[in-house]
């Protein structure tokens, strides 16, 4: 009785390790990669001006928004909580707000398509924005098992319920806010995923963005992928620059996009080949 056991037990423990193996398996051998960005590209607004919704009156005092310096923007952001915390703000306000943000035009068209591809594509997010408030806003959106990672900056609540914002990293970058460069995030990815992958790189990449700093991780995709920058906001507006400063330096194909409907449409035609 005892041998049967250990036996059963033996062949539960193999298929468990055939089916562990087979999962990592087929994580490791998705064709291709999307990145997304998350403010004004998913979502349809700046998460940072929308939790300041939370705070006494829905506005800041002139005396804290004079704080701000360029190329800072996460520290004012951690004031900005911090502030929000004295004033009484905890997690309850925030979910509140954070929960009701709207998402972008046609981006739950995308999402659809790449839940019916799940097979053939991994999916990362890559934001300025904070870990709390996007864990948030997905998890209520029933997005979050969509995304292999989400890359951030840290955010937690300490023991007073004060929302505490860190920094993600630190770089070189001169074009880049100084908490994160997403070209420095996005490059170590690949290189990370294609170890990860026995040294086989995706077919091809995709990169669904808005803002400055969406440019410059777009700048070293090469002629096989594509990037999707929301049309007209500044990450359209530099690619558009530099195809005209420097013709033929950037290489990347690119689908500006008003509703996500177009970039689902991309999508499918390109699948469909």
């Known amino acids: 009785m005892a041998g049967e056991r250990e036996a059963q037990g033996a062949i539960l423990a193999g298929g468990l390790l055939?089916?562990?193996?087979?999962?990592?398996?087929?994580?490791?051998?998705?064709?291709?990669?999307?990145?997304?960005?998350?403010?004004?590209?998913?979502?349809?607004?700046?998460?940072?001006?929308?939790?300041?919704?939370a705070a006494p009156g829905q506005k800041l005092p002139a005396w804290l928004r004079d704080t701000y310096r360029e190329g800072h923007y996460n520290?004012?952001?951690?004031?900005?909580?911090?502030?929000?915390?004295?004033?009484?703000?905890?997690?309850?306000?925030?979910?509140t707000i954070i929960e009701k943000i709207p998402?972008?035009?046609?981006?739950?068209?995308?999402?659809?398509?790449?839940?019916?591809?799940?097979?053939?594509?991994?999916v990362?997010?890559?934001?300025d924005s904070n870990m709390y408030v996007i864990e948030?806003?997905?998890?209520?959106?029933?997005l979050r098992q969509l995304f292999r990672c989400i890359l951030t900056n840290p955010a937690s609540f300490d023991a007073r319920g004060y929302l505490v914002l860190?920094?993600?990293?630190?770089?070189?970058?001169?074009?880049?806010?100084?908490?994160?460069?997403?070209?420095?995030?996005?490059?170590?990815?690949?290189r990370q995923r294609q170890e990860e992958r026995a040294g086989r790189p995706f077919d091809k990449l995709f990169y669904v963005g808005?803002?400055?700093?969406?440019?410059?991780?777009?700048?070293?995709?090469?002629?096989?992928?594509?990037?999707?920058?929301?049309?007209?906001?500044p990450m359209h507006k530099l690619i558009k620059e530099m195809q005209q400063s420097q013709p033929g330096s950037f290489k990347a194909t690119v689908v500006p996009w008003q509703s996500g409907e177009v970039i689902a449409t991309y999508l499918k035609t390109f699948l469909d080949r």
């Not at 997304?36 to 919704?53: A, C, G, L, M």
């Not at 948030?136 to 029933?142: E, I, K």
């Not at 808005?210 to 777009?218: K, M």
């Open 18 to 53: 055939t089916l562990s193996r087979s999962l990592y398996m087929a994580a490791n051998h998705k064709k291709f990669l999307i990145f997304f960005d998350f403010d004004e590209t998913i979502i349809n607004e700046n998460s940072d001006n929308s939790v300041v919704r």
């Open 210 to 233: 808005d803002g400055a700093n969406d440019f410059c991780p777009s700048v070293i995709f090469g002629p096989a992928d594509t990037v999707f920058p929301r049309h007209d906001y």
């Open 124 to 127: 990362v997010l890559i934001s």
């Open 136 to 142: 948030t806003w997905l998890q209520a959106a029933g």
């Open 103 to 122: 998402v972008s035009p046609g981006v739950p068209s995308i999402f659809s398509l790449l839940r019916a591809h799940h097979d053939l594509f991994e």
């Open 166 to 190: 860190k920094p993600y990293h630190t770089h070189a970058c001169q074009r880049c806010p100084a908490n994160m460069c997403k070209q420095k995030i996005v490059s170590e990815y690949l």
């Open 75 to 95: 520290e004012y952001m951690g004031r900005v909580l911090s502030y929000m915390g004295d004033q009484g703000v905890r997690e309850e306000g925030l979910r």
